[in-house]
């Protein structure tokens, strides 16, 4: 693991607004901080870039690692997948 990817996230940049999505941490590398890391990473370039505010989209497991970066729950929705 030492050289390999253990995380990964999906930034849209609009000309105020950062969307953070699929932050993806590998399951033998959770819980160690990579993808506080990788989200933190993400807003910091969507700073740079002239962002002023983010959006995140979360599952329920990564939501207190976003709370404690600073994001708030606004409303929640439902994810259906198809399984074809």
Do not use: K, N, W
Request: with cysteine; glycine share 8%.
């Amino acid at each position: 693991m030492a050289d390999d990817p253990v995380a990964t996230a999906s930034t849209l940049l609009t000309d105020s607004t950062a969307g953070i999505y699929f932050v993806c941490t590998r399951p033998d590398a959770r819980r160690r901080g990579f993808g506080a890391a990788i989200t933190y990473e993400a807003m910091r370039h969507a700073a740079r870039t002239g962002a002023t505010f983010a959006v995140l989209g979360s599952s329920p497991m990564g939501q207190r690692v976003y709370e404690r970066l600073g994001f708030r729950t606004i409303f929640s929705t439902r994810l259906f997948e198809l399984d074809a």
